[in-house]
């Protein structure tokens, strides 16, 4: 049984002077990444290990999980940056089948378009909010369509 929790990114700024790849979290994306981190550890929701994307305010949300989590320091993935629902599916397809659970940071509208994809339930992913999967397969390269049950869904707002 493989378990996911897909992360999106906390809020990061909008002020002009940034690329889109290098937004930094605001002070309120900092302390909600910290809220949920801290609500999935309070749950024993801990993954192996955190995958995210590069882009600072992605990292930097998967750095605040893993240091609040004891985790070892996020993998980052290009992949992930802007990705559709069909290429986030192929991150998810070549993760290693040595972790049966895993975090994926990442961005709009591909993290809830893959939750969608492979739940089935049409959420909305808010930033900073986590929807925990569990999947019946052993091995990441099998799943797809609605093979995935929503078992969890919070967000700093609910």
């Known amino acids: 049984m493989k378990k996911l929790l897909l992360i999106r990114h906390a809020k990061a700024t909008h002020e002009s002077g940034f690329e889109d790849y290098e937004r930094p979290l605001t002070h309120s994306g900092v ?29 930097s949300t998967a750095n605040i999980f893993s240091e609040h989590l004891s985790r070892p320091e996020p993998i980052t993935d290009k992949a992930i940056y802007d990705a559709s629902e069909k290429t986030l599916l192929k991150v998810i397809n070549q993760l290693p089948d040595q972790y049966e659970f895993v975090a994926l940071v990442g961005h709009n509208p591909g993290i809830s378009q893959i939750l969608y994809y492979l739940s089935g339930e049409p959420r909305e992913m808010d930033t900073c909010g986590i929807a925990l999967l569990v999947f019946q397969d052993d091995s990441w390269a099998t799943i797809t369509e609605n093979v995935g049950k929503l078992v969890h869904f919070d967000s700093p707002k609910l």
Not at 41 to 56: E, F, N, R, Y
Request: charged share 15%; no cysteine; glycine share 0%.
């Open 31 to 59: 302390r909600d990444a910290a809220v949920m981190a801290a609500r999935i550890d309070s749950l024993s929701l801990v993954p192996q290990v955190i995958v995210s994307s590069p882009a600072l305010r992605t990292l």
